[in-house]
T-cell receptor, first 112, second 113 residues
C-alpha cells in the first residue's frame, strides 16, 4: 500500500460526458501528479500540483483540468469524453521536488 | 530532448536465470533515475532509485541497478528470476528543472518455469 488513494477504481461512461477522478496523497506529501496510461501512448505525464498551485503541465488536453484543494487532495476533471480517453489514470505524490513518486492503484476509465 | 529509452518491450527468461532489463537516458545534466514495477491491475511500485553517490543501487525483491555515466545507462538486474517477478518494469528519469518523472515505454518480463 503506497498510501495514495484513488477513487473510483473503475468508471464506465458515455462519449460526451464529464467525470471527476479523485486522489488523496500520502500524508505529508505536497506534490501531486496525474498520469495517463494507455496501450498506445504508454505512461504520459498530465499535470503536477504543489501545495495547491499548478507547477507543471505535460500532455494534458484542453478538455481536461485538475486542481489541488487546501487539504491537498486533488481532482482530475475530464470533459467531452471521447473513446480515445479510455485509459488508466494514475495519481502519484511525492514529498519534495525530484523525489520518487508514490503511485495510487489507478482509476480505469472506459468510455463507450 | 531529454528522454529515457528501454530496449526490448518484452523479455523472457527461465526461472533461476539472470534478469537484465535495459534503460538508457539522454541528458546533458546528471539525472535522478528510478525503476518501477507494475503488476497486473495495480499501480507502480518503486523498486530502486539513484540520486547521487554510490553508482550501484540495491532495491527491493533482490533487484539492483548500476548508473554508468559514460554509457548513459541504468540497467536493472537480478541474479535469479522468480515466477513472481513477472510484471512490467518502467525506467524513469527526473532532471533538474523538470519536476515530474519521465517514464520509458516499459519492458514486460515473462518468467518461464
Amino acid at each position: 500500500d503506497s498510501g495514495v488513494t484513488q477513487t473510483p477504481k473503475h468508471l464506465i461512461t458515455a462519449t460526451g460526458q464529464r467525470v471527476t477522478l479523485r486522489c488523496s496523497p500520502r500524508s505529508g506529501d505536497l506534490s501531486v501528479y496525474w498520469y495517463q496510461q494507455s496501450l498506445d501512448q504508454g505512461l504520459q505525464f498530465l499535470i503536477q500540483y504543489y501545495n495547491g498551485e499548478e507547477r507543471a503541465k505535460g500532455n494534458i488536453l484542453e478538455r481536461f483540468s485538475a486542481q489541488q484543494f487546501p487539504d491537498l487532495h486533488s481532482e482530475l476533471n475530464l470533459s467531452s469524453l471521447e473513446l480515445g480517453d479510455s485509459a488508466l489514470y494514475f495519481c502519484a505524490s511525492s514529498p519534495k521536488v525530484r523525489a520518487e513518486a508514490f503511485f495510487g492503484q489507478g482509476t480505469r476509465l472506459t468510455v463507450v | 530532448a531529454q528522454s529515457v529509452t528501454q530496449l526490448g518491450s518484452h523479455v523472457s527468461v527461465s526461472e533461476g536465470a539472470l534478469v537484465l532489463l535495459r534503460c538508457n537516458y539522454s541528458s546533458s545534466v546528471p539525472p535522478y533515475l528510478f525503476w518501477y514495477v507494475q503488476y497486473p491491475n495495480q499501480g507502480l511500485q518503486l523498486l530502486l532509485k539513484y540520486t547521487t553517490g554510490a553508482t550501484l543501487v540495491k532495491g527491493i525483491n533482490g533487484f539492483e541497478a548500476e548508473f554508468k555515466k559514460s554509457e548513459t545507462s541504468f540497467h536493472l538486474t537480478k541474479p535469479s528470476a522468480h515466477m513472481s517477478d513477472a510484471a512490467e518494469y518502467f525506467c524513469a528519469v527526473s532532471y533538474t528543472g523538470r519536476r515530474a518523472l519521465t517514464f520509458g515505454s516499459g519492458t514486460r518480463l515473462q518468467v518461464q518455469p
